[in-house]
T-cell receptor
Framework: GENVGLHLPTLSVQEGDNSIINCAYS??????FIWYKQESGKGPQFIID?????DKRQGQRVTVLLNKTVKHLSLQIAATQPGDSAVYFC????????????FGGGTRVLVKP | DTEVTQTPKHLVMGMTNKKSLKCEQH?????MYWYKQKAKKPPELMFV???????INESVPSRFSPECPNSSLLNLHLHALQPEDSALYLC??????????????FGPGTRLTVL
């Protein structure tokens, strides 16, 4: 099947700094993308999403950027806090295949005090 | 309210046991999903129900049997599992068929151990 890959398996960031998590996706026909945060022992938690007709979307302290030319997705976290320590997954959806999400491999973010 | 609940939280079973995992949502979603997640791996889709009908089965072995009694409930019946089936089983739900993205909301999961 198609995969969504991540460049960095672990990201260490100083508390207060900005974090950037990158994701490469493979299906140019994917129309919807989601970032999830998963803390230890918990299910994935929705952070932010973006449709393929957009290139940027902002939430509270988070921004998702979509570059369809190079099939690249990124999540920016501003002023990273200890509570941001978790594994982050990107996911893509190809609507013609149903609402099936394909997840990337995940990036662990460690926030240093 | 974006809550999906799952029971039990933990389950230990032998290879000859029969058990069931349960999932419930009250967000009016008409699609529900089962995922399997191994340690340090992303979730892998198992089944999708839309409007209480099975719409996707990702070639899952028959020892896993899903059931959707109504639009709010989703079960996963387990029988004759293998130790390699030990994993976190996640349930999710979403709207279905809208032109906008159909965001999937996940439950906390059931941690299954097969002895």
């Amino acid at each position: 099947g198609e995969n969504v890959g991540l460049h960095l398996p672990t990201l260490s960031v100083q508390e207060g700094d900005n974090s950037i998590i990158n994701c490469a996706y493979s299906n140019s026909a994917s129309d919807y993308f989601i970032w999830y945060k998963q803390e230890s022992g918990k299910g994935p938690q929705f952070i932010i999403d973006i449709r393929s007709n957009m290139d940027k979307r902002q939430g509270q302290r988070v921004t998702v950027l979509l570059n369809k030319t190079v099939k690249h997705l990124s999540l920016q976290i501003a002023a990273t806090q200890p509570g941001d320590s978790a594994v982050y997954f990107c996911a893509e959806r190809f609507k013609a295949a149903g609402n099936k999400l394909t997840f990337g491999g995940g990036t662990r973010v460690l926030v240093k005090p | 309210d974006t809550e999906v609940t799952q029971t039990p939280k933990h389950l230990v079973m032998g290879m000859t046991n029969k058990k069931s995992l349960k999932c419930e949502q009250h967000m009016g979603h008409r699609a529900m999903y089962w995922y399997k997640q191994k340690a340090k791996k992303p979730p892998e889709l198992m089944f999708v129900y839309s409007y209480e009908k099975l719409s996707i089965n990702e070639s899952v072995p028959s020892r896993f049997s899903p059931e959707c009694p109504n639009s709010s409930l989703l079960n996963l019946h387990l029988h004759a599992l293998q130790p390699e089936d030990s994993a976190l089983y996640l349930c999710a739900s979403s709207h279905w068929g809208r032109t906008a993205g159909d965001t999937q909301y996940f439950g906390p999961g059931t941690r299954l151990t097969v002895l």
